[in-house]
Each structure stands twice: as structure tokens, then as C-alpha cells.
């Protein structure tokens, strides 16, 4: 249920945003740990497109192996979290980029 308060949340500052300032269409999200964990899932719902603008995450991701115990699903996932935000496509995966 976390999750959904948050998105509430990320909406209720986009409604307001303005009164306050700040631009409704420049949502950054910060998040360390368990907090970036939740942020990277963020990045690939659907309930959330297009309300993010940026992000900050420090020392997690939804796809480390404490949530995910199988590399193939690991791999799968990342891959796709990766192509969702434009860095890997079909001819550029994740395994191309590696250093």
C-alpha cells in the first residue's frame, strides 16, 4: 500500500505544485535505499509514466538480487528498466553497455 500513498502523493504535488512555485511538470524524486528501490519501480509503472522528471537514487534499485534471486528474471527486468528509459534497445542491451 506504500507504494499507491506515494503515487497519491506525486499526484497531490502536481496538482499543487504551482502554489508553492514549484513546476508541475519538474517532479525529482530522491531516494536512498530501500527509498531508490522504490523509485526505480516508479520509473517503469504504469501509474506513474510520465509524472517523473528526474531522479536521484542512491544504493538501490528494484532489481538487486535481495528482491530478485533469479538472474535470468534479473537480467530480464533490468533490461527492460533499461529500455524504458532509453538506454537499451533492441540492437543496444544492457550487456553492451557494461563497462
Known sequence: MGIYDQILAMN???DNARSFGGDPNHIVLMGESAGAMTISGHLISPLTRGMIKRTIMQSGSATIPLVLDDNAQLYKISQKLATMVGCADK???IK????
Open 12 to 14: 497531490w504535488i502536481k
Open 96 to 99: 553492451d553497455n557494461l563497462v
Open 91 to 93: 540492437t543496444n542491451t
